[in-house]
């Protein structure tokens, strides 16, 4: 894992760096969350809702609205695809999960691209993704903190 300005950048996920989202692809179907400069820039979340299970997303459509201390909006998906899963009972339980841990507790939604060998199109790995967030936390000139319980 990469780190710099405290903003974690974990391997073996893909990124979608203007829209500060993560997906781990799990065979057919990708995992999607927020990244660590995403929670850091919205501050403490306050609520969500989530599409729920089943609906078809189009790329670029929300899978969840956020809403934090600085920040109401969506949680997009990078490509077309129906929702499968959603972390409603995490959110449930500590409405700050994705605050606290952004890449693994705190994922959003599952979703199953409609066009598994399009669905990572677009988004950045390994050494063009850290190269990408660097540039982007440099610009926005912020540091990466996490909520603490």
Known sequence: MIVHRGCAIPSGYSYD??????????GDVARLGITDVAQTRMGKMVSIRFKRVGKHVAAGKS?????????VGPIHSPFDGEVLEINEEGFAEDMLIANKDPYEAGWISVVRPDDPSNAEAGLLTDDAAVEA?????????????????
């Open 133 to 149: 967030y660097r540039t982007r936390i440099d610009e926005l000139e912020i540091s990466c903190i996490r909520c603490a319980d």
């Open 63 to 71: 899978v969840a609205t956020v809403e934090s201390a600085k920040w």
């Open 17 to 26: 760096v203007p829209g500060d989202l993560w997906v781990r692809f799990e």
